[in-house]
């Protein structure tokens, strides 16, 4: 095999993996390599795509890969499993299918065996695909039924914190930084102000967004798009509506 044509590794982990475990993409790494020196292998180069879905086509990880391997540039590619590259079986045998048109080799860190030209390796490697699958749909399933009962319960289901809060071991509670800002956007447009009037306000009195930039019409606008939270201690997620009084930052209807 010419040094034209290198062993390379695809390795990903999605948004959700990564608070659950920490860095799997490392994790990976290590299979792979050590996979590769079982099989007297090289990888000359890893491509990563982090905090992204098994179920998204346009990984710029993947994307790279793909264009590698149609410049005629790649020869054999490791997983470190076929969930590592997708989690959608029709996604996974497109995927298959175009990198054997480019006359790659998959080869699957724990499927060790696997050989691609087997009918029943592949006809193995498409019944773990669709368990992949399943299993990421069952995932999906577990995450919206917590985060219901989270908001029955007056828990912020997850996910971003509302401008005006900040973490509190498993919940949220207010930020008294945050939540001055959020009384000065509801004095300002009692007022009549326009929405980028306001963020202008905003901005000469020295307040700035979490990310420290300037406020904008947009983020203002959002801010006040949850007057029930701010007011009532509302939350929301999806038709299921819960609330917590110890997150009210409004005193009265402004």
């Known amino acids: 095999m010419g040094p034209h044509k290198p062993v390379v590794?695809?390795?990903?982990?999605?948004?959700?993996?990564?608070?659950?475990?920490g860095n799997g993409i490392e994790i990976q790494i290590r299979d792979v390599t050590l996979f590769a020196e079982r099989q007297g292998l090289f990888v000359l180069r890893f491509y990563k795509d982090e905090g992204?879905?098994?179920?998204?086509?346009?990984?710029?990880?993947?994307?790279?890969?793909?264009?590698?391997?149609?410049?005629?540039?790649?020869?054999?590619?490791?997983?470190?499993?076929?969930?590592?590259?997708s989690r959608d079986?029709?996604?996974?045998?497109?995927?298959?299918?175009?990198?054997?048109?480019?006359?790659?080799?998959?080869?699957?860190?724990d499927m060790?065996?696997?050989?691609?030209?087997?009918?029943k390796d592949v006809l193995?490697?498409?019944?773990?695909?669709?368990?992949?699958?399943?299993?990421?749909?069952?995932?999906i399933e577990r995450l919206w039924k917590g985060r219901q009962e989270r908001v029955r319960r007056g828990f912020a289901p997850g996910g971003n914190i509302a401008y005006g809060y900040r973490r509190n071991g498993d919940g949220i509670?207010?930020?008294p930084e945050e939540a001055d800002a959020v009384r000065s956007i509801f004095d300002l447009a009692c007022s009549k102000l326009s929405?980028?009037?306001?963020?202008?306000?905003?901005?000469?009195?020295?307040f700035l967004r979490r990310n420290g930039k300037a406020w904008t019409r947009r983020q203002v606008s959002a801010v006040l798009e949850k007057?029930?939270?701010y007011h009532e201690g509302r939350l929301r997620y999806g038709k299921i509506i819960g609330q917590n009084e110890k997150l009210i930052i409004l005193d009265e209807l402004r």
């Not at 079986?89 to 860190?109: C, M, P």
């Not at 929405?195 to 020295?206: D, H, P, S, Y």
């Open 9 to 21: 590794a695809y390795c990903r982990v999605s948004t959700l993996e990564q608070k659950r475990r």
């Open 52 to 85: 992204a879905s098994g179920v998204a086509e346009k990984r710029k990880g993947l994307q790279r890969l793909l264009r590698d391997c149609r410049a005629g540039r790649v020869e054999r590619i490791i997983i470190p499993s076929l969930d590592r590259l």
């Open 89 to 109: 079986v029709r996604l996974a045998e497109n995927l298959f299918h175009k990198f054997e048109q480019f006359g790659v080799e998959i080869l699957i860190a």
């Open 112 to 119: 060790p065996t696997y050989n691609g030209k087997d009918r």
């Open 124 to 139: 193995i490697r498409q019944i773990r695909e669709a368990i992949a699958e399943e299993n990421r749909k069952d995932i």
């Open 173 to 175: 509670e207010v930020n």
């Open 195 to 206: 929405r980028q009037t306001v963020a202008a306000a905003l901005n000469e009195k020295g």
């Open 227 to 229: 007057r029930a939270l």
